[in-house]
């Protein structure tokens, strides 16, 4: 696959940040940090690439959050208390994230409604329920509990490469596959650039925007599993806040257009990274923890500032 | 009627070149105060390049605008305005959920300090003008909600509260039924008293010789006649308006390659398709091997009538065969499948992905032939899309350019030839020439030619009347969402058919 201009100079500005920070900081390339900001490019970018789905079919997933609390809840409650065996657990948790998709992708292309109405509407019901069904206490394992396989599986780390960042990188390859190189992928890309067009195209547009949602809420279930184990415990009324505002600033600064039809899953990986490097940045820099966001978003905006100048050029 | 002193308007010399298209030659244009000038001729005669040269849209190659006898700057629609040339689009320019008030003063509200609207003097200058000019609405209705000859009326006001003293109306009735329409000519009577001039588009000659003072006739982007209309008949204006002799060449030419009901064999046949409130009984058989055109004015539903046979929309009353079989598409897909291929009036929004290439675009009906498994295969996409650029001669001849980037003609042609990909046998074209170049509309008739030597049923709406003589076999009219009548190409002169299209109040 070639890469783009866009993912290029992302691609650079990751290595130009990194090499910055670690001449300041050398402990930024210690293994202990590199593996750890690993797990955390896995964890976020399993979602940032669910949310790209969306993004390109033009709607928005607001709820990721939310959804990632209240699945997080609930697996980690049916293994903790052993109702389940830890596949199956998984396996319930995966189908329920599809069925939120379902609904969202089904309110939205169906029915009619806005995406951001829709997982907004997401992201207040699934944050109540998941605080209710835990009567707002911090669900965890018990004391002593143990799961070697599960933990291993979603936790460990092979020749000290998080299995988090494995799983991602998979997820990636497989998504990127199904976005850029099937029929599938392009049925997406029209129907975000335009839908009426790819309505007469003879593409079924209903079922494209469903399935957008179905891939984007099932991915988040799947990190919802990896990241409840890496905290291993979740109080609901504050586990994954934000998170969607994560996965939207990776798609972005990755190349995704919020009007549809633009975007390639190596952008929102570059995009996840550099979100990553930034915070770790934050931490490593001495500078208050307090301005992380105000950082993050102040990069974003360069970047898409400096995005819409070039292509500007472009077009004259 | 012409007042002493300057006239209103005066265009002199206006000339505008697109490359090597001449789109308007050395035109001369009057409108006097209380003058109803009609303004007419077929589609790529001009009207519409000079019309956007007067509204200041188009900056004129050559030439000069004289306002009440002021030189006014060229190129610049809000000084057009502000001197009082207003224009009325066929499409309305309104915000429908605002009211009728708020949509007559949008964007230039009377304020009080702070910048409040004063509503209180909006209404009472509405008011006043409502009286001045004895046009009756209600200020509060919803915009949305009024008929559309009442929306018409506020674009009217619109452009009298701005003090237009010309108002330009382009196709002012095409979306207006009869009683409407002696509403909106009233209108116009009444504007014309008060001393407006105005300048009316329109294809219906009946409405013409029942409003206008005088006429302009254009072809070939110049002003070929002018006269008052009372010295003037209709078959003298049908003649004017074709050319003679370019009217007896593509019919000529036409005449040879003409083959009414092609092979004879029906590909689809539809009997009293009606769909409630758009159109009703029309029933007619599209035969393989022909070219046949829908004609009639903007407004008489062929539009909605050919979605529905694709499946983009559905009728409800009626039966529809193809080979033979009964069928009732839903979804393009389903007219896909029966082997139709659809190229929409609105290319940039229903036709083509803009921001994607030639290539992409070309494909994007056929994605499923290009697949190896369950990928696709880019490089066959990139051959088929070669071989398409080819055989359409699409310039420049490079797949990977953005279609946005491309001319008019050139994207018709990707579009066209995204359905060819398919091999379709039943062809449906909603104004496939307008926009395009002369040189690209001749190369679309020929590919439109070859495709029915091969066999395929070409249907195609059209309200482009020389486009209708040239290329088609058969030729139906549309009045109302009605099929008033189907002729034989080589039976019919451009003037029955011109008369039977105007017929909604003949």
Redesign the interface.
Known sequence: MMISRKDLSLLILIIVVGTVVAIINPRFLSPINLSNTANLIGLFGIFAVAQAFVIISGGIELSVGSIIALLGVLFVDLVAAGTLSPGVAFLVVLALGCLIGLLHGFLVARVGLQPFVVTLCGLLIYRGIARYYTEDATAGFPFGASFPTLEWLVAGRLYGVPHSLIAFLLITVVMG?VLH???Y???L??VG??E?????????TTRVVISAYVICCGLTAIAAVFIAMYTRSISPSSHGNFYELYAIAAAVLGGCSLRG??GSILGVVLGTVLLQVLQNLVNLLGIPSSLNFAVMGSVILIGVLADQQFSKRKVR | MTAAGPPLLRGTGLAKTYGNLVALDDTDFVVNAGEVRALIGSNGAGKSTLIKILTGAVTPTRGSVEISGEIAPLGDPSEMIRRGVACIYQHSNLAPAMSALDNIYLGRQPTRRFGFVDTRRQRLQAEELLAHHGIDIDLDARVGTLSTVKQKEVEILKALALEARVILMDEPTGWLAGADVVRLHNTIRTLKARGVGIVYISHVLDEIFAVCDTVTIMRDGRVVAESAVADIDRPRVVHLMVGEKLARESADAALKQRRPRGTGAVRLSARGLGKSGVFADVSFDLHAGEIFCLTGLIGSRRTELVRTLFG?DRFDTGTLEIDGRAVAPR???D??SLGIG?V?EDRH????????NVT?NLA??T??RH?RG???SRSGMVRAGRRAIDDLSVQPRDGSKMVRLLSGGNQQKVLVG?WLSRGPRILILDEPTVGVDVGAKAEIYAILRREREQGAAILIVSSDLEEVMTVADRIGVMVSGRLVAVHDAGSVGMADIVREIGGGSA
């Open positions: 596959v190189r099937s029929v992928g392009r049925h890309f029209a650039k335009s009426e067009a790819a309505r007469y195209s003879g593409i079924n039809g633009e | 983009s979804t393009p897909l007219g896909m659809f929409p929004r229903e036709g083509l992905m803009l921001d994607m992409e994007m009906a994605l499923e697949c369950p990928l696709l995204k």
